[in-house]
């Protein structure tokens, strides 16, 4: 038997016993984040496929709810940092290899963006709305002119964005359950899912809504390879590895990522847009918020059981 | 110049001399420790092997800590130590999350905080306080690129083994077996 005790009054507080340096601000920010990048990126998508009137609510009506979004996870993200004064020296340079630096100039560009695809929209919730200054009309007019440049700028940096979410865990060697590749694309196909069913919850067509839930039970049905993918790579991989995945399989976590993640915001949502699809009523409501729920889920577990995972010496 | 430590492990009592001398040189809030004593119990009564290690940051050469600072408020200072620029740091916590020997934490003022091999005291001459202090004179400090420094001398007199090597991270922390 090995047995390994600290007998140092190592306990420092966030570090000992198990790690718990982020709290809920990190994953409720890796939500928004991604929720944001899905809602631009489905925007985005049909100005380019040229498809705005097919899908009204995806171009027009959800990117307004995107600058409050990442707002609110902006504020999370500072909320989360231990030495606020000094946010702005993320922004005195760019490093490459670390993910929250490119992460938060990402989030620079994004952000802006979003305010532009709400200023385009505004009109659709108040008709009346007039600019009054003149600069701002000109901007206005400008970007309708440059919208297809625009939209390309918008889904290629949706696209980092969620990807992003996920690398910002994945980067860290340090906490095994993290260490995967996996997780940039699973949390990108998520962001993509939460914001496909956001757009079916504020659609009032019945067309678009139906378009919707297909694009989300193929996204699903990709989150759960994805999902079967890790854990494969995990348990055909190393020691440590093999013990993060027994956190999902018979550790703490078990119930709450199958239950919460996997059932109630993967599988009983794919469920019910299958019926949906075949033509049985089923209030959209249901299946959009049981995903935007996985969603938030899935990150809120991730985040928690990684700091769990750890090298074993 | 490449600093670096060793540590005997059978030498080592645990009497935790290190880990009070830090926190007194270093000023270390109350609570908190920048080093700390790990005691491994091996096999099953009565044959049991025990290890004592005295543990701090392992001033990585590949440190992930360094890589995966957003600011660079996380760098490599004289001779490979790592340090942490308390101005320039957000506290964003993404270096405590990095490093497999959690040799970090977060200061209370806010900003990340962690063993300096004493580089105030090396610049001028002395010893870390953890290997001064130790009384079994356990520690072993120096440069690695001197030959003649204790530390090279003792890690090509004795076996040694690092900690979770596989994790890649290159450490500067010896321990003598």
């Known amino acids: ?313 | 110049m490449r600093y670096a430590m060793a540590v005997d492990t059978k030498k080592c009592v645990g009497c935790s001399d290190c880990v009070v001398a830090c926190q007194t040189e270093n000023n270390v809030p109350i609570g908190y420790c920048r080093d700390w004593v790990v005691e491994v119990t091996n096999g099953t009564y009565p044959q049991l092997e025990i290890e004592i290690r005295s543990e701090r940051c392992n001033h990585c050469d590949n440190a992930p800590c360094v890589r995966c600072c957003p600011t660079g408020a996380s760098h490599f200072s004289d001779g490979g130590i790592v340090l942490v620029k308390e101005k320039k740091c957000i506290g964003c916590g993404a270096c405590i999350a990095s490093c497999p020997y959690d040799a970090r934490y977060p200061h209370p003022e806010g900003y990340v905080d962690k063993c300096t091999f004493c580089l105030h005291r090396v610049k001028k001459g002395l010893q870390p306080a953890c290997v001064a202090v130790c009384p079994t004179k356990c520690m072993y400090f120096g440069d690695l690129d001197d030959p003649k420094s204790d530390v090279s001398v003792i890690l090509k007199k004795r076996k040694w083994k690092t900690l979770i090597p596989e994790a890649g991270t290159k450490p500067e922390l010896y321990f003598l077996i």
Request: net charge positive; charged share 15%; aromatic share 14%.
């Open chain 1, 1 to 313: 038997m090995k047995e390994e005790i600290i007998i140092s009054g190592r306990m420092n507080p966030k570090i000992d016993p198990v790690l718990n340096i982020w709290h809920w601000e990190i994953p409720l920010y890796l939500f928004l984040g991604g929720l944001a990048a899905g809602i631009l990126f489905f925007a985005a998508l049909y100005i380019i496929l040229k498809k705005e009137d097919e899908f009204p609510t995806a171009v027009k009506k959800a990117p307004l709810i995107t600058p409050f979004l990442l707002i609110i996870g902006l504020i999370a993200l500072l909320l989360d940092l231990n030495h606020k004064p000094y946010f702005w020296q993320l922004y005195t340079t760019i490093k490459i290899q670390s993910p929250m630096s490119w992460g938060a100039w990402t989030l620079m560009v994004v952000t802006p963006l979003s305010f532009i695809w709400a200023a385009l929209n505004i009109k659709e919730i108040f008709p009346t709305w007039d600019w009054n200054i003149s600069f701002l009309k000109q901007f206005e007019i400008w970007c309708r002119k440059n919208i297809l440049p625009i939209a390309w700028i918008t889904i290629t940096f949706s696209v980092i964005l969620g990807i992003y979410t996920g690398i910002l865990f994945s980067a860290f060697n340090a906490r095994p359950l993290w260490n995967t590749s996996i997780l940039g694309p699973l949390f990108l196909t998520s962001g993509l899912s939460t914001g496909a069913a956001a757009i079916m919850l504020m659609s009032k067509n019945h067309i678009e809504r139906k378009a919707f839930a297909r694009i989300d039970l193929l996204l699903i049905a990709i989150e759960l390879f994805l999902i079967t993918h890790m854990f494969m790579g995990f348990m055909a991989s190393t020691q440590v590895q093999i013990e993060a995945a027994r956190l999902f399989l018979g550790g703490p976590y078990t119930a709450s990522f199958w239950v919460f993640v996997v059932g109630l915001g993967l599988v009983v949502p794919a469920f019910l847009e299958v019926l949906e699809l075949s033509r049985r009523k089923i209030p959209v409501i249901v299946p959009a918020t049981l995903v935007l729920f996985g969603g938030i889920m899935m990150r809120f577990i991730l985040a928690y059981a990684g700091q769990a995972s750890r090298w074993l010496y």
